[in-house]
């Protein structure tokens, strides 16, 4: 590690996490939060419990969860250890970096006994919006709009639709909507004439 | 450019609107209670000679939301088929706009909480973008392709099975 970068302290408790995690907001709050797919944040977690032992067990890991994943994988999971950890340690912290790692996410705490060190905003504050010019609350009630089949190409538009395509809140708009569809009924047609 | 009809609705009085360019419009009472904002202004009684302001809301999409929502407050109820297909037909052409009006439109709409429009031009891009390659939808919207073509063309891979039992699309796989 140089020096004025972010390091792992001595008395580094013995698991680190690196946790990042998908808030779904409800309905009721969604106005007020950005969509799902642009609040992930890594969030480095210290296991409380475990900074007792720190001087006796050197040993450093690191996780990753992701709910929503970008690649459309479900739930990630990936651990890293010694070394790793502190290369990670050193790209979070460098100046280069367009993240802020100070910056807290309203990402859930997983465990109550776990410390949130620092969080990094997955895919950035400058993640571009799904259509240039809208607000992408509008944009994501377009996307509940149209016909699934249509999901495929819209996938490949850009890395922003298919995270929004992908996301699990687009589906549950979608399911919402789908209860409030009104059946236009046409009148039973008239008989005027006896058949014959 | 008031937009002014006798029949609409049962009160006569004229509600004043001004936009954030500071044009001035009126319409029939009954057409500004389409709109929640205005709906809700009116009944603390904030609508008063000068106007109620709408800061997001610029002239054009103004005057188009006016002609909207006075057309279907003078048929909000009791609708015969005709009408309900006459209203139809109005909407149709009344969407009938470019991509930037279209967007003044989808916020303006948002903004003051008109429900009939918002779905009206949410559905309208809607249709904009279905059957339409990436690319085209790209070029409609201004979009940036920020994908690799890698990537692209791992998407490509993980669609081919469905455009297997359909018509494969025009670009790329």
């Not at chain 1, 969030?43 to 006796?56: K, L």
């Not at chain 1, 809140?169 to 209860?179: D, I």
């Not at chain 2, 005709?82 to 930037?100: H, N, P």
Request: proline share 6%; with cysteine; hydrophobic share 40%.
């Amino acid at each position: 590690m140089t020096d004025g970068s972010w390091h792992v302290p001595e008395m580094l408790p013995v698991a680190l996490a690196l946790n990042a995690v998908t808030h779904h907001s409800s309905q009721r709050t969604r106005q007020s939060n950005p969509p799902a797919w642009r609040t992930g944040n890594l969030d480095v977690w210290a296991d409380e419990a475990g900074s007792g032992r720190g001087r006796t067990s050197r040993r450093c890991s690191i996780s990753v969860w992701s709910s929503t994943v970008l690649r459309g994988k479900k739930a990630e999971r990936r651990s890293w250890r010694g070394e790793e950890v502190l290369k990670m340690g050193a790209f979070l912290s460098s100046p280069n970096s367009k993240n802020q790692p100070w910056e807290h996410g309203e990402a859930s705490k997983p465990d109550s006994s776990k410390k949130l060190l620092m969080s990094v905003p997955l895919s950035g504050y400058d993640h571009p919006s799904l259509i240039p010019g809208l607000p992408d609350e509008i944009s994501l009630q377009i996307l509940t709009r149209m016909p699934r089949m249509g999901y495929l190409n819209a996938k490949m538009v850009s890395r922003s639709w298919e995270a929004a395509i992908i996301d699990a809140e687009l589906y549950r708009v979608r399911k919402e909507l789908g209860g409030k569809v009104r059946i236009a009924v046409a009148p039973a047609p008239t008989c005027d004439h006896e058949p014959s | 450019m008031a937009a002014a009809t006798d029949d609409a609705g049962d009160s006569n009085e004229m509600i004043r609107v001004v936009s954030s360019d500071g044009e001035h419009f009126e319409m029939p009472e009954a057409a500004a209670n389409l709109s929640l904002v205005l709906r809700h202004m009116i009944e603390d009684d904030c609508a008063d000679a000068a106007g109620i302001p709408l800061a997001v809301v610029a002239a054009k999409p103004l005057a188009k939301i006016v002609d909207y929502c006075t057309k279907h407050a003078a048929k909000s109820s009791g609708l015969t088929i005709e009408e309900a297909e006459e209203l139809k037909r109005f909407d149709a052409e009344f969407i009938e706009v470019d991509t930037d009006m279209l967007y003044d439109l989808l916020v303006a709409a948002d903004f003051m909480g008109v429900e009939g429009l918002s779905k009206l031009a949410v559905q309208r891009t809607a249709d904009l973008i279905k059957g339409k390659t990436p690319e085209q939808n790209r070029e409609t919207f201004g979009i940036v392709n920020d994908f690799t073509p890698e990537e692209e063309e791992e998407i490509c891979k993980e669609n081919e099975w469905a455009f297997q039992i359909t018509k494969p699309p025009s670009r790329l796989c």
